[in-house]
């Protein structure tokens, strides 16, 4: 996704018609190029201070005719010189040119926040996971076999179980990248539902904790074990998937860090 393609979709990123892959590409785009990030944070000042009651009013009918009729003229010869003669066109733009500048100086330092950068981010590698017959890179039921193919390609050991007998199949593992590191992805199934279970070592200075959302029709729960951060990721239900996340959770788990 380059800049002209994002800005191109950007109307649709905002009103959220975007495609899953479409809108994780473009928030990953933005993430990285400060001048798209404006333009979005431009575009959504714009959206919030046309709908503020003080700008949302419906102008009277005679103005209303003279806009229609305008527009008409405009339409049929380059006018644009006579409709930007009017007074209160030339302060709204000056306004709508003030909130761009306040919120184009913000932009530059915040753009979307990581936490939600990463949740399209486990939509998109779960989708891709999908879609792209590449749902395991180790296709195995067997965690000893799927655990120590993880050896050498990742700098610490994903704790691997099969949680056939609790209805969680082991169904393989595969690489994936998250949030600018490699993970281990584990793919699990419940009936027809496919769970990705993403993980990677968590940071020694969080509490553990777990966060639960729903996101283009799947259901998200993340948090943190002693030692792992965990994403959990399926269009299963939540209160099966809370199930699936508390066997993620138990601490007989063997796991250990390399570095
Ligand atoms: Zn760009």
Redesign the pocket.
Known sequence: MN?HE?QELLHAYLDGELDVVSDVAIAH?MHQ?P??AQAYHSQQALRAALRTSALAFPPPEHVQQRIRSAVRRASRTDTRARVWAWPWLRVGAALAAGVLLMWGVESLRTGPAPEDLLTQEVIAGHTRSLMLTHLTDVTSSDQHTVKPWFEGKLPFAPPVQDWVAQGFPLVGGRLDYLGNRPVAALVYQRQQHIINLFLWPAPSNVAPGETRGTRHGYNLIHGTTADMTYWVVSNLNMSELQGFVRLVQQPALPSRALQ
């Open positions: 800049c994002t785009h190029c001048e798209c």
